[in-house]
Nanobody, 115 residues
Framework: QVRLVESGGGSVQPGGSLRLSCATS????????MAWYRQRPGKERELVAV???????SYSDFVKDRFTISRDNPKDTLYLQMDSLKADDTAVYFC?????????WGQGAQVTVSS
């Protein structure tokens, strides 16, 4: 069975850091394009960052220079290092994997940034 399981979410003060992980199984992780999305309260889901199977990385402007996406292919795991967190980063963060016609999602991890 295909599984994408996020972990590492939680509550942090503004300016703090969190590291999200997405452990995958049941997919050929090394050839999948991976991404993080988020959904803020009352808003639609939006793209945060992408790392392709060829290790090409792109970020949305609102997280550039604060977040770092990476992958560990031997561990079949995707990461998102989040630094300098802001209240507007509060959201459910979703792990996503795509290849050919396949499109897989995790259940999401809550990140809350508040004082």
């Amino acid at each position: 069975q295909v599984r994408l399981v996020e972990s590492g979410g939680g509550s942090v003060q503004p300016g703090g850091s969190l590291r999200l992980s997405c452990a995958t199984s049941g997919i050929a992780f090394v050839i999948f394009d991976m991404a993080w999305y988020r959904q803020r309260p009352g808003k639609e889901r939006e793209l945060v960052a992408v790392i392709t199977a060829d290790d090409e990385i792109s970020y949305s402007d609102f997280v550039k220079d604060r977040f770092t996406i990476s992958r560990d292919n031997p561990k079949d795991t995707l990461y998102l290092q989040m630094d300098s967190l802001k209240a507007d980063d509060t959201a459910v963060y979703f792990c996503n994997g795509k290849k050919w016609g396949y499109d897989y999602w995790g259940q999401g991890a809550q990140v809350t940034v508040s004082s």
